[in-house]
């Protein structure tokens, strides 16, 4: 992982030349629980300028770099930086406390999230992806297969939004997402068993029965639902 980093780095450097005023690693290989099945490997470029010159200097690196699975760079300015951490809390919150600088100047070590913004994202995200997941269910709780696939994926955004969730409610915000399932366990009390669950499934790799799946998902998503409820109730 980090030979490819790094080989990245150099790439970006020489595309964007004096343009790049930073390079950072941010998400589950900054925060310490990165899996190479599950995982990607983000990195955010800021640049003193972006536009249509700098997009096509960096689309061989994209290419690069998608190739290798993970998603493209993402590009912002310096001022996007400064302007866009009230309509993007969640994210900016998570990159402020867990990232790695690769390269130049770390512009988030000082920035300043709106938490009353954080707040009114979370909830919206919360909902959209309850939804989401009762949505998929209906299409595929007949497919092993299907079904196993939606399980694992969501767990991983569900553990990125439960931290935020303990940020809210005023608890320690384990970087882990383990440990996260378990700290929101101990505050409100839920069932963190179906989470642990398919962490385990998701690091041996096993295939679970569709019986088994569809029970999973049953006190799964109880669990979420209390989730939101009680962040309702403490609003």
Same mark, same amino acid.
Request: contains cysteine; hydrophobic residues 45%; proline residues 4%.
């Given at each position: ?68 699975? =993970? ?25 402020? %406390?867990? =990232?790695?600088?690769? =390269? ?6 000082? %920035?300043?999230?709106? %938490? ?10 919360? #909902? ?35 931290? =935020? ?48 799946? #569809? ?15 009680? %962040?309702?109730?403490?609003?």
């Amino acid at each position: 992982m980090n030979e490819d980093v790094d080989r990245l780095v150099e790439k970006i450097k020489s595309a964007f030349g004096a343009d790049l005023r930073s390079v950072v690693l941010y998400g589950s290989a900054a925060a310490g629980d990165f899996h190479p099945q599950h995982s990607d490997l983000n990195v955010l470029c800021v640049l003193h300028r972006l536009g249509v010159g700098q997009l096509e200097r960096g689309n061989e690196v994209a290419r690069w770099w998608t190739k290798k699975g =993970h998603p493209a760079p993402l590009l912002l300015t310096e001022e996007e930086i400064r302007s866009s951490a009230d309509v993007f809390p969640i994210e900016f919150y998570d990159i402020k %406390m867990q =990232h790695k600088l690769l =390269h130049g100047d770390d512009l988030f070590a000082t %920035m300043i999230v709106p %938490m009353e913004r954080h707040r009114i994202q979370l909830e919206h995200e919360l #909902r959209s992806k309850l939804l989401r997941l009762r949505e998929q269910y209906m299409a595929s709780h007949h497919s092993q297969r299907a079904l196993q696939q939606l399980l694992l994926a969501s767990v991983s955004t569900f553990g990125a939004l439960f931290r =935020h969730v303990l940020v809210v409610v005023g608890q320690p915000a384990p970087a882990k997402k383990r440990e996260v399932f378990d700290a929101l366990a101990a505050a409100f009390g839920l069932d963190a068993s179906p989470f642990l669950a398919l962490l385990d499934i998701r690091q041996t790799g096993r295939s679970f029965p569709l019986a088994e799946g #569809r029970a999973l998902f049953e006190n799964y998503l109880a669990q979420v639902e209390r989730v939101i409820e009680e %962040m309702d109730r403490r609003a």
